[in-house]
Nanobody
Framework: VQLVESGGKLVRTGDSLRLSCAVS????????MAWFRRPPGKEREFVAA????????RYADSVKGRFTIAKDNAESAVVLEMNSLKLDDTAVYYC???????????????????WGQGTQVTVSS
């Protein structure tokens, strides 16, 4: 499985932004797909996850109600719609895949075995 993120850029607080993770290599429907982020000077943290089948989603409390993760079947991608962006959302955003298939949308980065290269999102005031 190969993952390639895109869509990161400089935005202002309150803006919206859409990140996309192009997925290739025929992932199984059981794969968990997730977005993580690494804020400046901090550890990588979980943002959101979805089953590749398109059902079941999970969000970090910090983004619940503002971010939406979804599968784009037409593009074979996982998208992250981000609304009401805050300064604290500034980070490098990574797409990840868990090929184990049995875990319930894990929030721990070590459970994911495929990673993209990341895309920078910067939110300014």
């Amino acid at each position: 499985v190969q993952l390639v993120e895109s869509g990161g850029k400089l935005v202002r607080t309150g803006d919206s932004l859409r990140l996309s993770c192009a997925v290739s290599g025929r992932p199984l429907l059981s794969y968990a797909m997730a977005w993580f982020r690494r804020p400046p000077g901090k550890e990588r943290e979980f943002v959101a996850a979805i089953r590749w089948s398109g059902d079941n989603t999970r969000y970090a409390d910090s983004v619940k109600g503002r971010f939406t993760i979804a599968k784009d079947n037409a593009e074979s991608a996982v998208v992250l719609e981000m609304n009401s962006l805050k300064l604290d959302d500034t980070a490098v955003y990574y797409c990840a895949a868990d090929s184990a298939g049995w875990r319930m949308l894990p929030t721990t980065s070590r459970d994911y075995d495929f990673w993209g290269q990341g895309t920078q999102v910067t939110v300014s005031s």
